[in-house]
């Protein structure tokens, strides 16, 4: 029974991120997207393993040719072009945020954790507009930070507030208890 969420629970993860990533409203060159919410909600839920799975998962997808990228885009790439950074390192944040949380993590510890690992999602953001897309660092941070910090923010608080009942209620299910 074990077994069965090694391999069921990053292909829901996968699944959530790839059905909230088309929700978009181009605002640039990166667009506004729930995307890293999902990834947000998977790394405070799921296990280290299982949320990085999952955001891999979600990459290979849309890698291979599936439309999973924000606003239906797919292909290798996607996975090399100007906003590349931000999709690989939506791998460390689910692995640090995951690490960061537990079953008896309060609100605070949750945007904490939430907080870093998306932080890190836009300084690999910024290293992939400045060189793969040739943007001077100060552009790359206009376009690429400072118009999603207060929408980031949002979303982070919601992550924390829906993740802390959310692991509540699933901390009494076999694969959940432990995380």
Do not use: C
Request: aromatic share 12%; hydrophobic share 55%; no cysteine.
């Amino acid at each position: 029974m074990k077994k069965a969420y090694i391999y069921t629970v990053p292909a829901i993860g996968a699944a959530l991120i790839a059905v909230l990533a088309q929700i978009t409203i181009p605002i640039g060159p990166v667009p506004f997207t729930l995307q890293n919410f999902a990834i947000g909600l998977i790394a405070t839920v799921f296990r280290p393993r299982e949320a990085v799975l999952s955001v891999a998962l979600y990459l290979l997808l849309g890698g291979i040719g599936l439309p999973v990228f924000a606003g239906g885009a797919a292909g290798f790439h996607v996975l090399v072009g100007p906003s590349a950074g931000y999709l690989w390192f939506d791998l460390v944040y689910a692995g640090l945020a995951s690490y960061l949380t537990h079953t008896n993590s309060g609100v605070v510890r949750i945007f904490l954790s939430n907080l870093l690992g998306d932080s890190l999602v836009f300084v690999g953001g910024i290293l992939s507009l400045h060189f793969l897309a040739g943007m001077p660092l100060d552009k790359a941070l206009a376009v690429g930070v400072i118009p999603f910090i207060l929408p980031d923010l949002g979303k982070i608080i919601a992550i924390s507030f829906i993740g802390r009942p959310l692991l509540q209620r699933l901390s009494s299910q076999p694969y959940f208890s432990n995380k």
